[in-house]
């Protein structure tokens, strides 16, 4: 699959956003752009795809389901959701709660993924079904139910060899480790301010 990316290519060029690229206006208490955010978040989907295995099917369902519930909502009330933080305080003056709570879980799926990967990159003995199963304990786990969590621990049992998977991003390790560690900052630090703002009063349904 490496092959499928120019020479010095990554997986990381394909991606149509990174979180690199989403603004976060710090002035404005780190409000983040929700159409940018999207796509981000439709790209490290894309990830899923790269692990390669069947049973991550539920797992990127359930993310791509959250995306859509937050762009229902933008597209309903464009004008009032210009910012993730905006949408969540707009959709809860109506008394709705669908797209917040697709942006909680959302919020968690990123993080799950962000704590794998950074897992995985920090300890380059680790395995990734121990970098995911790590995360997983630690993000998604404490919230499923006894029906889901055999439904994820499935997916964290199946990730492929540390060396597989690094080979399907691209022919250069050097390379991956520094667009992939960018990539995770950008993503850490936006999980970062959303676990803080829906842990706020004014975005409890």
């Known amino acids: 699959m490496a092959t499928a990316y120019p020479p ?13 690229d ?18 981000a978040a439709e790209s490290l989907i894309t990830l899923f795809d790269v692990l390669g295995s069947a049973a991550f099917k539920p797992v990127k369902n359930d993310m791509g389901g959250n995306i859509k519930k937050i762009r229902d909502r933008q597209l309903a009330a464009p004008t009032l959701s210009e910012t993730l933080q905006d949408l969540v305080i707009n959709e809860l003056k109506e008394k709705k709660h669908v797209a917040t709570e697709g942006l909680l879980w959302l919020s968690r799926g990123l993080d799950f993924t ?19 199963r790590g995360a997983y304990g630690n993000t998604l786990k404490p919230h499923h139910s006894f029906v889901v969590k055999p439904i994820f621990s499935a ?51």
């Open 22 to 39: 989403v603004p976060v206006d710090a002035s404005k208490d780190n409000v983040i752009s929700t159409t940018e955010f999207l796509e």
């Open 8 to 20: 010095g290519g990554t997986f990381f060029d394909t991606l149509k956003r990174s979180f690199v």
């Open 155 to 205: 997916a964290m049992s199946a990730t492929p060899y540390r060396k597989d998977f690094y080979k399907k991003l691209g022919d250069d390790q050097a390379k991956i480790d520094a667009k992939l560690g960018e990539w995770l900052e950008a993503l850490e630090t936006i999980v970062g301010i959303l676990k803080e703002f829906m842990a706020r009063k004014e975005a409890k349904w």
């Open 114 to 132: 962000a704590q794998a990967l950074r897992s995985n990159l920090a300890n380059p003995s680790e395995e990734l079904s121990a970098s995911f």
